[in-house]
């Protein structure tokens, strides 16, 4: 064991302690990669064979959705702490674990199972004074029609569960889009809410680490640009006044601080255009939001999620250059044209000083798919927005 797993063996974990993810996608193969720099080993539980993450980590064929699968995980490969890469787990299999095989799970079974739901998640939030959209639960028709007069058109009407990459989202923009958003997203037995539309000027995110302490700490305020609903490109810092940087960091931390259990966790929220800020949704993970921490911190999200899991000191969270921006490499195409086409960008990046590639080995390229991510790491915003133009015009051409 080397020295630094040694020296903070006084947390009361075993100094072997193994770290069980659940679910082996991109998130836990970096999660794992960081791990394995920290002498860490990690072994993760996904039904996919060769999960991106069995590079780094020890991987278990299964689903984490599965409440036998998550309890034989745990006992047979002596996990010490167990996490997650993804919040669609069941918490119910969970809260089992934790109390008959006695495993620490972070963060916690409750704050996954409020998360998960994202009513639930609103209603949580909105009781610790956290600023949101206005929110409200839709059962039946007649709600949608009242919620249309009383949030105006057009207002967000969003599934509870199992929601990502706005899939469980549906604008709707008049009484005659009712039953066609209702319809789309399963129907009203299917669990949805509405909420009233953020007429945002700018998407912005911030990672929070919480430690098993119970302390929080902020990463830098990125600015998010999401194309089709998907994460594109990420910018660190955002170009916001610094008093809006600070007031966005106060309400992610806020909002972390009444949740339970460590780890990382990702902050979505809404710019208005006098200045007021609302609290989108938050990921109990690491995010995409967070990728630029890789390379453009001193410490990256993947490492303070790991340190926070295991009772670690957190490490800093501050830029080390003027600027980071992220560049996702999503599948353009099904099949070896999007492959020709995601190297095609990875090529020059790779001839671009200052940029970073990062392949997630995924199995198959599909369209829409995230492949990948490229961070670029310059001195000013300006040179960081020239190489990304170099690489993505269009990501570029979302940040002015
Ligand atoms: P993720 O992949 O981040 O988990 P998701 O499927 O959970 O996404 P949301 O984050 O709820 O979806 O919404 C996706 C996007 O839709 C937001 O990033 C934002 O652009 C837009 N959006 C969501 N809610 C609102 C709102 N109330 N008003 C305006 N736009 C919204
Ligand atoms: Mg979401
Ligand atoms: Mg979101």
Redesign the pocket.
Known sequence: MDSNVASVSSTGLPRTAVVGVLGGGQLGRMMALAAANLGVRVKCLDPTPDAPASVAAQHVQGHFRDAAAIEDFVKSQGVDVLTMEIEHINTDALALAAKDVKVDIEPSPGTIRVIQD?YAQKQHFAAHGVPL?EFRNIACRGCMESTGKAFGYPF?L?AKRL???????YVVRSESDIDAAAAALGGYEAGLYA??????VK?LAVMVVRSRGNSVVSYPVVE?I?KD???HVTEAPAEVAPSLQAKARAIAEKAIACLEGAGIFGV?M?LLPDGEILL??V?PRPHNSGHYTMDGCVTSQFENHVRAVLGWPLGETRLTAGSAIMLNLLGEADGDEGVRMAHQIMGKAYATPGCKVHWYGKDGMKLGRKVGHINIIAESREEARAKLGQLDPTGLASLK
């Open positions: 994202k959209p967000m969003k929601a990502y990459d706005g899939k469980g989202n909420e009233k539309f953020a007429p945002f998407e998010t999401h609903n998907i994460c979505e809404f989108n949704e990921a």
